[in-house]
């Protein structure tokens, strides 16, 4: 299973493009990477997932390098509203699921 | 409405006192899990199911039981709570762990 490393926190403003970076250097060979955004008290919501390259949804795109020992969050034109932690996930190997401490993003005016 | 549920959404208990909390998905997912979360340790995975009478223990088991007779269903039974055991739970499905995980709303326990 793909242990994960995140900062712990990043601020912004409203308006800005966001890269929240994650690192697994010992990412497997059929690990996917997904991230979740969890607002307070509530449960994590499921974001974008990716295996290589590019993905992009209407909510934000994901950048996962060749070697695929980091992968990129990147929230275009972020609003207080994205205001949350945000959580690399590597999935894949055992069915066990780690998801660290996770990003906390502040977003201001 | 595709959604996890969870009952009770809080509780407060006493030490010693069994008390089980319950988790239903109506998604037909055959992977459901529970995780602690508390405050400077993220999400913690306590236990996870992979199809009815299938569980296994995640990253933080000690004290905790759970059970699938139903795949809707994985109640997480706290035998004999533990003042260490008050956090916020969450249950979640998918349709395997490499799935979008479904979570629940949250259940937050005080044990006193």
């Known amino acids: 299973l793909a242990k994960t490393t995140q900062p712990i926190s990043m601020d912004s403003y409203e308006g800005q493009e966001v890269n929240i970076t994650c690192s697994h250097n010992?990412?497997?060979?059929?690990?996917?990477i997904t991230w979740y955004q969890q607002f307070p008290s509530q449960g994590p919501r499921f974001i974008i997932q990716g295996y290589k390259t590019k993905v992009t949804n209407e909510v934000a795109s994901l950048f996962i390098p060749a070697d695929r020992k980091s992968s990129t969050l990147s929230l275009p034109r972020v609003s207080l509203s994205d205001t949350a932690v945000y959580y690399c996930?590597?999935?894949?190997?055992?069915?066990?699921?780690?998801f660290g401490t996770g990003t906390q993003l502040k977003v201001e005016l | 409405e595709a959604q996890v549920t969870q009952n009770p959404r809080y509780l407060i208990t006493v030490t010693g006192k069994k008390l089980t909390v319950t988790c239903s998905q109506n998604?037909?997912?055959?992977?459901m899990s529970w995780y602690r979360q508390d405050p400077g340790l993220g999400l913690r995975q306590i236990y996870y199911s992979m199809n009815v009478e299938v569980t296994d223990k995640g990253d933080v088991p000690e004290g905790y039981k759970v059970s699938r007779k139903e795949k809707r269903n994985f109640p997480l039974i706290l035998e004999s709570p533990s003042p260490n055991q008050t956090s916020l739970y969450f249950c979640a499905s998918s349709t395997g762990p490499k799935g979008a995980q479904y979570f629940g709303p949250g259940t937050r326990l005080l044990v006193l």
């Open positions: 010992n990412i497997a060979t059929n690990d996917y």
């Open positions: 998604m037909n997912h055959e992977y």
């Open positions: 996930l590597g999935t894949g190997g055992g069915n066990k699921l780690t």
